[in-house]
């Protein structure tokens, strides 16, 4: 009987990920140390009670994931994103200014008074790579546009509601990708920021233990062991809450 030979299978060698993969990979472990840091900030400024507008734990998360996007800071977010009809929009003077390192000076402004010296227009001009985009807004296309009462932001504040009109017309305009379609508050509101938030209720629904997205169970579930947060200016969140720590021993004695 000839003998028989069993040969191992040689264990293929692991070769290191390419700097590419590697670069995403600490990308995305970045993103996820991120949004764990800022679903417990958003525990935080819920129970703080100086959240703006965005009142519950997964409302204000959402506002901080949508700031992230722009290179906003919480903070930052929480004060110049409001909810409105089931979306969140931004003050006009934000939007404009996300604009401005894209282009190439500051906008131009130039407003017009009626004969009686009340404001009647306001003309907004950007300059992207030398083209020139301009938008006018007066108070007679307000008034077509039904958006003018006896009293309010537009009887009080016209020549600011003029001006956020044209400037966010012509920011979409020269800006679409950097604005992506975003229409601020004082658009869809028809009025200022101030006077919305004063005036208007918040539309974010709270979640109670019966209801809800399901955002928050599956946020707190994440596991996330060993990762720490990442480097911010803002208070550890440790510092303002209480975390509740379960000693891995007993678990690791049983599978014993």
């Known amino acids: 009987m000839s003998e028989l030979t069993i040969r191992e299978a040689a264990t293929p060698a692991v070769s290191a990920p390419s700097p590419a993969v590697a670069a995403k990979l600490d990308e995305l472990e970045y993103e ?62 934000s939007a404009m200014g996300l604009v401005l390192p894209h282009a190439d000076k500051p906008p131009k402004v130039k407003r017009e008074t ?68 975003i229409y601020s508050v ?13 005036g208007a ?6 979640e109670d233990e019966d209801s809800g997205t399901g955002l928050r169970s599956q946020l707190d579930a994440i596991a996330l062991d060993g990762i720490s947060d990442p480097p911010d200016e803002s208070p550890d969140p440790d510092t303002l809450l209480e975390e509740h720590y379960v000693d891995p021993q007993p678990q690791s004695q049983a599978l014993l």
């Open 32 to 93: 996820t140390r991120l949004i764990d840091y800022d679903w417990r900030m958003s525990t935080a400024f819920a129970k703080s009670g100086v959240s703006g507008m965005w009142k519950s734990q997964e409302a204000i998360f959402t506002a901080i994931q949508i700031g992230r996007r722009h290179g906003w800071s919480p903070v930052h977010s929480l004060q110049n994103l409001y909810p409105l009809q089931g979306s969140a929009h931004f003050k006009a003077i």
């Open 114 to 181: 009626d004969k009686n010296g009340k404001p009647f227009s306001c003309t907004v001009i950007y300059t992207r790579k030398g083209v020139k985009t301009e938008r006018t807004f007066s108070m007679d296309d307000a008034k077509q546009a039904g958006l003018v009462k006896s009293s309010g932001s537009w009887a009080f504040y016209a020549d600011n509601m003029l001006y956020w009109r044209a400037g966010m017309f012509a920011a979409r305009e020269a800006f679409p990708d950097v604005l992506s379609g």
């Open 186 to 198: 004082e658009e869809m509101a028809n009025m200022s920021a101030e006077d919305y938030e004063r």
């Open 201 to 206: 209720k918040d539309i974010t629904p709270a």
